[in-house]
Every structure is written in structure tokens, then in C-alpha cells.
């Protein structure tokens, strides 16, 4: 049988997506298939889409790094149909097709049940981004930072993974602090949960000294480069900086000096290969950490077709939150 899909293909040095239909015969290697309900668009999701680095690995692809369907037929042992299952990370998109298509075929391992308190379309809300926040939470809190011990700086507060992050540490009971270059939206921000809002122009310049005054007790940053050596500079002794994306860019001009004088800890979040009880143990805690009406008011929902209307402003920085694709729109 066939189905809805967008495909990617590379011609030359150009690359280009069309929705198509697809035969099932042709997805790759996998003991579960499912049927998909949602998928998204995330920063990587565009680098992917408009080439901008090599994210897929090989063509043509199938792209998007995430999904959430329920199980249409199962050879896991720990999977049966009917289940709702949502899959992030694990080469969607890169060397396996992902989950932009009404159906997808993957490894029983790479997949996690959705807990009972959240939907398919929630967990796509939520998505790879949110649960990318949620092992940002965790870090932080396996570092020891609790609420008492101040603020916690969240980079990129627009996008994704800052949006959710706010909204989940709100709910904890942490004073959080936005850093975003769009003041307009300072009203969201502070929806979610946000405390105060920063300029992220006051984190985003090169830095001479390797220290600051000492304002963060945590930081969840999104951004990288000069922003995240900024936020470490001004981290509290015995802080933590969990580092999840590269939205400024890869380097870190930084030195030793915050990690042995001050004891701080950089932790980093890798969301693609996390074994699956760390997966699990993120989406549980989502399951109870997460406002779902704040987490509602980041989404944007579209039809497959759309996302070719839309990537192209994510790396710009003109989406703000959630991006929800209902693939079967």
C-alpha cells in the first residue's frame, strides 16, 4: 500500500523536498510499524531541509526526527498493537526515514509508550524539543540545583526546547530568567513562566574576562558558543549548565577557569542516542512536570504540505514555540 509522505532528494548540490506517495514495501528495517499521527519541525529538522549542514546522510530520505502514532503491528516482545508510542532521536532523518509520513517502520528499542496522562498530538507538542528540555531538567537536578538555590537562566527562551524548559521549571518551582532577542514576546515568556526576560545581546558578545558576577544557580541553554561561555561565567559556585543546542554556533570561548574555581558543572544533553530508560524516566516526568495548557499555548499546528511553507523561517528565528505536524491533514 501507499501513503502521504514528504521525501527528500538530492540532485548535484541541490536538495529538495516533495509530499509523494510512498510504498510501505520500501520503509527500511524495523520490528514494529506504526501508524503516525504527528510529527514536528525543529531547528535540526531545518538545517535537514534546507541543507544548510548534512543532517540526512543519505538519499533520498524521508525526513523529521520525531513522531508519535500507535503501533499497527509488532515482532518486539515489548510492543503490541494499539500501543501509543512516540520516537525521538536515533538517526530519523539522517540514515533512517523519520517521521514526516503517515507511517513508519523502526526498531521496537528506539520507540517509548506514551504515558496515559498525555495524547499523540501532546506528545508532539511536546515533541523532541520538550523532552530534549526535560533531560535539561534532569541534569540539573542530578547537579543538585533546587529551587532555593536561585535562578535559572533558559537561552533561546522563544524556541522549542526554551519554551518547554520554561514552563516545566515554572511548575518545579524554579525562578527562571528568558533570554530572547524579541522583546515583543515578552508576554509569552512570561506566560510560560518566565520570571524576568534578558536581552540575550548581554549574553551573546565575546567576553574578555573567564568570570562574572555570580547570578545563575542553573542554566539551560540552547544557543552555544559566546552565549553559553557568558552564562557559565556568570554561573553560582557549585552551579550547572546543561548545553543542548548550537543556534550561535559550535565553538566555546571559554577557559577552566569557571569549572575549578567556582566548581561549576556542564553537563551536556544528547537527545538522539539516550538510552531508553533515560527516555522513559523524561517522559514520565513530562507526564506530571508539564502544564499542558501552557505547553498548548506554543503550538502551532500544520498539514503535512505546509511544512514546505514554513521551514525555511526557522533558522531566521521567525517561529515562535511549537510547530505540530498532523500528518494526515
Same mark, same amino acid.
Given at each position: 500500500?501507499?501513503?502521504?509522505?514528504?521525501?527528500?532528494?538530492?540532485?548535484?548540490?541541490?536538495?529538495?523536498?516533495?509530499?509523494?506517495?510512498?510504498?510501505?514495501?520500501?520503509?527500511?528495517?524495523?520490528?514494529?510499524?506504526?501508524?503516525?499521527?504527528?510529527?514536528?519541525?525543529?531547528?535540526?529538522?531545518?538545517?535537514?531541509?534546507?541543507?544548510?549542514?548534512?543532517?540526512?546522510?543519505?538519499?533520498?530520505?524521508?525526513?523529521?526526527?520525531?513522531?508519535?502514532?500507535?503501533?499497527?503491528?509488532?515482532?518486539?516482545?515489548?510492543?503490541?498493537?494499539?500501543? !501509543?508510542?512516540?520516537?525521538?532521536?536515533?538517526?530519523?532523518?539522517?540514515?533512517?526515514?523519520?517521521?514526516?509520513?503517515?507511517?513508519?517502520?523502526?526498531?521496537?528499542?528506539?520507540?517509548?509508550?506514551?504515558?496515559?496522562?498525555?495524547?499523540?498530538?501532546?506528545?508532539?507538542?511536546?515533541?523532541?524539543?520538550?523532552?530534549?528540555?526535560?533531560?535539561?531538567?534532569?541534569?540539573?537536578?542530578?547537579?543538585?540545583?533546587?529551587?532555593?538555590?536561585?535562578?535559572?537562566?533558559?537561552?533561546?527562551?522563544?524556541?522549542?526546547?526554551?519554551?518547554?524548559?520554561?514552563?516545566?521549571?515554572?511548575?518545579?518551582?524554579?525562578?527562571?530568567?528568558?533570554?530572547?532577542?524579541?522583546?515583543?514576546?515578552?508576554?509569552?515568556?512570561?506566560?510560560?513562566?518566565?520570571?524576568?526576560?534578558?536581552? !540575550?545581546?548581554?549574553?551573546?558578545?565575546?567576553?574578555?574576562?573567564?568570570?562574572?558576577?555570580?547570578?545563575?544557580?542553573?542554566?539551560?541553554?540552547?544557543?552555544?558558543?559566546?552565549?553559553?561561555?557568558?552564562?557559565?561565567?556568570?554561573?553560582?559556585?557549585?552551579?550547572?549548565?546543561?548545553?543542548?543546542?548550537?543556534?550561535?554556533?559550535?565553538?566555546?570561548?571559554?577557559?577552566?577557569?569557571?569549572?575549578?574555581?567556582?566548581?561549576?558543572?556542564?553537563?551536556?544533553?544528547?537527545?538522539?542516542?539516550?538510552?531508553?530508560?533515560?527516555?522513559?524516566?523524561?517522559?514520565?516526568?513530562?507526564?506530571?512536570?508539564?502544564?499542558?495548557?501552557?505547553?498548548?499555548?506554543?503550538?502551532?499546528?500544520?498539514?503535512?504540505?505546509?511544512?514546505?511553507?514554513?521551514?525555511?523561517?526557522?533558522?531566521?528565528?521567525?517561529?515562535?514555540?511549537?510547530?505540530?505536524?498532523?500528518?494526515?491533514?
Amino acid at each position: 500500500m501507499t501513503f502521504k509522505a514528504l521525501l527528500t532528494r538530492k540532485d548535484g548540490d541541490t536538495v529538495s523536498t516533495q509530499v509523494v506517495d510512498f510504498e510501505e514495501a520500501n520503509l527500511m528495517e524495523g520490528d514494529v510499524l506504526v501508524q503516525v499521527e504527528y510529527s514536528t519541525l525543529n531547528y535540526k529538522d531545518a538545517l535537514a531541509l534546507t541543507n544548510t549542514r548534512p543532517v540526512i546522510q543519505q538519499f533520498p530520505l524521508i525526513p523529521g526526527i520525531d513522531f508519535s502514532g500507535v503501533v499497527l503491528e509488532s515482532g518486539n516482545p515489548g510492543f503490541k498493537a494499539g500501543d !501509543r508510542v512516540v520516537l525521538n532521536g536515533w538517526h530519523l532523518s539522517q540514515t533512517h526515514h523519520g517521521g514526516l509520513a503517515q507511517r513508519a517502520r523502526v526498531r521496537g528499542e528506539w520507540l517509548v509508550k506514551i504515558p496515559d496522562t498525555l495524547s499523540t498530538r501532546d506528545a508532539m507538542a511536546i515533541g523532541t524539543a520538550g523532552y530534549t528540555a526535560m533531560l535539561c531538567v534532569l541534569a540539573l537536578e542530578h547537579a543538585g540545583v533546587t529551587p532555593d538555590k536561585g535562578d535559572i537562566l533558559v537561552t533561546g527562551a522563544n524556541g522549542g526546547v526554551g519554551s518547554i524548559a520554561l514552563a516545566i521549571l515554572s511548575k518545579l518551582g524554579y525562578r527562571t530568567v528568558a533570554a530572547t532577542g524579541r522583546p515583543e514576546h515578552a508576554d509569552y515568556l512570561r506566560a510560560l513562566g518566565a520570571a524576568d526576560i534578558v536581552d !540575550r545581546k548581554t549574553l551573546s558578545e565575546p567576553r574578555e574576562a573567564p568570570l562574572g558576577k555570580e547570578r545563575w544557580a542553573g542554566v539551560v541553554d540552547a544557543v552555544g558558543s559566546h552565549t553559553l561561555a557568558n552564562a557559565i561565567a556568570e554561573t553560582k559556585y557549585r552551579g550547572a549548565v546543561a548545553a543542548c543546542g548550537l543556534a550561535q554556533g559550535t565553538d566555546l570561548p571559554t577557559t577552566v577557569l569557571p569549572f575549578i574555581l567556582r566548581n561549576v558543572t556542564l553537563a551536556g544533553i544528547d537527545s538522539v542516542n539516550a538510552p531508553q530508560h533515560a527516555r522513559q524516566e523524561a517522559w514520565d516526568r513530562l507526564g506530571t512536570d508539564l502544564d499542558l495548557d501552557k505547553l498548548n499555548s506554543t503550538v502551532q499546528l500544520i498539514g503535512l504540505a505546509e511544512v514546505l511553507d514554513v521551514y525555511e523561517d526557522i533558522i531566521p528565528g521567525k517561529v515562535r514555540g511549537r510547530i505540530v505536524v498532523d500528518v494526515n491533514a
